[in-house]
């Protein structure tokens, strides 16, 4: 019998003529492209592209692990799904933001934000070939512009991406996934396939030696974030009264206004119109409006501005807390930021005593803490907690108060 092996791992035997092949693990590297600034929306937008060390390889699923500087963007949402991909769980993606960890990590001027999410090929479609000398977009990601009126040309947010602790492909974190990437099982009987991950890092360098902070921020890819004059100028404001939530608005804009569409949203991402106000015969001028039933929790608002000539302009995203009632329970939450013992009282305002239910959510939504308490001052102990933002609810028979919880 005559053996020989090909560069392709392939064992060709030829007593008997039968081959076998020993398929070779793909290296699929991903990165962010094509920056995108919006100042009328406050939105900064980046392309996530595939590239592959084999030929005829497709993606299946990926877990979409990264930090940022939490100063600087805020991530919306996972959005323009090329093909048939689209996200999958946890969706919406998991934030966790750490005071601590974005200096001494990352060299971050503010807190470093964590997000964990997942995208998958659906059922519904043929996946994409991912190229091996160019780069195949698959999704995009999108964030809030902490501060548009930064008055800069070149914008080059850091975005880093999360790997295991291999020097040699940027990884830092030891025992943690970080990117992972599976590709499509040529064996219809199966989904997927393992693959070697490696990430190419956004405007930002890697050390290299394993050791905090593993990197720095670098300006390699920048956009131009110069919003500190938009074409439409609108001003616009909030106030959480007793009746519900007004929007007051002014507008320096010299152009012929039809009128104001104005967006409300519990989310920042899906965004539904409450109302329309007409415009006035010269665009300058001051506006208002009041949405008498504003959701629990967080209320985003934004105001579409439509001229007569058909532009649209968005102003800046506003976040006002639900409305309050004169007869509505009211909570106060002390101190916040919490303390270092992670001691927190909470105080409930309620005219009727009643039972209150207290819950805390992470800001994927997910319950961490839920207890029945009577009305009046309660502590609580976090130490169980991670540092981060969370969201602290009460209910009462009355209704339910949330505030913003701040663990450094």
Partial sequence: MDRSVCQLFTFL???????????QTPVITVRCSNPQTNCGTQEYCVDVEFQSSLPDQEIFGVNVRFFYDDDVLELIDFRDFQGEYEPAAPDPPIIITSEDAGPALFNFDGPAEFINGAIQ?????????????????????????????????????????DLEQ?????????????VVITVVDPDPNNESLPCDENVVQFNWEYIGNGEPPFGQPADITCTNANCALPVASIDLQGIVEDSGHRLLWTVHDPMDISGF???????????????????????????????TLPQMGYNYYRVEQVESSGHRHLSRILQLTGASDANSPKLRVFPNPV???????????????????????????????????????????LSDLHPGIYILSATTGKGRMASKLLIP
């Fill in 261 to 291: 569409y104005v967006h409300t949203s519990t989310n920042r991402s899906d965004w539904t119109v409450l109302g329309y106000v007409e415009g006035k015969a010269i665009g300058t001028g001051s506006y208002s409006f009041l949405n």
């Fill in 13 to 23: 035997l030829c007593f008997g003529c039968y081959t076998i092949t020993v398929a």
């Fill in 339 to 381: 303390s270092e013992d992670r001691q927190v009282t909470l105080q409930v305002w309620d005219d009727e005593p009643t039972d209150i239910t207290i819950y805390i959510y992470d800001l994927s939504g997910r319950v961490l803490f839920e207890q029945i308490y009577a009305n009046g001052m309660i502590t609580l102990d």
């Fill in 121 to 161: 090929l659906s059922g519904n479609g043929p996946p994409i070939i991912v190229s091996t000398d160019g780069w195949t977009k698959l999704f995009q990601m999108c964030f809030t512009v902490e501060n548009l009126e930064m008055n800069l040309d070149t914008f080059c947010p850091s975005i880093v991406w």
């Fill in 166 to 178: 291999d020097p040699a492909n940027g990884g830092f974190l030891a025992g943690d996934d970080g």
